[in-house]
């Protein structure tokens, strides 16, 4: 069995200036965030993986032009496993999301934007690579969506979220 802990800092970007449809619009958020994560796997045989993590991101407030932005704290749980045939690894993680909400506040106004409550499923398939590298295809599929309630806000829909597919490629450090 495997566990690690992981300590991950976000620090706000430097560009400003980003000008989209005639509004400037930062990258980032512009607030600095911590991540803190717990990791553990087990294999069984070479044959199965099981795994599961568990983060907390702590999410800095950012104030600029008068107007600070109070970004909801992040809490994310996920359990997958794969199996080995021949050179790839095909299995699945499930992914919870519970993101807190937003709050936009300047001395005249304070608006709480929802966060959400998410389950997703991430089919993938990953083939070991010569010299250590991961190759991963995989698919995020949403599961369930769910706003969280603001004050005054009444009743909102369900976030529409779409099937994303993706790839990946990882290198693993070895002595």
């Not at 250590?132 to 769910?146: F, G, N």
Request: proline share 5%; aromatic share 12%; charged share 20%.
């Amino acid at each position: 069995m495997f566990f690690s802990f992981g300590v991950l800092a976000k620090l706000p970007t430097a560009k400003e200036n980003n000008m989209v449809k005639g509004h400037n619009l930062p990258i980032g958020t512009g607030s600095t965030d911590i991540d803190l994560s717990l990791f553990c796997s087990k294999s069984y045989e070479n044959k199965i993986n099981a795994h599961a993590s568990l983060g907390y991101d702590i999410r800095t407030k950012m104030d600029k032009d008068g107007i600070t932005y109070d970004y909801g704290n992040r809490l994310n749980v996920m359990v997958g496993g794969d199996y080995f045939i021949n050179i790839f690894n095909v299995g699945a993680d499930f992914a919870f999301y519970s993101i807190a909400n937003d709050n936009i506040s300047a001395t005249s106004y304070s608006i709480d934007m929802p966060g959400i409550t998410a389950l997703d499923a991430k089919p993938y398939v990953k083939i070991n690579l010569p010299q250590s590298i991961t190759a991963t295809v995989y698919a995020v599929v949403p599961t369930l969506s769910k706003w969280k309630s603001v004050t005054g806000s009444g009743s909102l829909p369900d976030p529409e979220r779409n099937v994303r597919v993706g790839f990946s490629f990882a290198y693993k450090f070895e002595k």
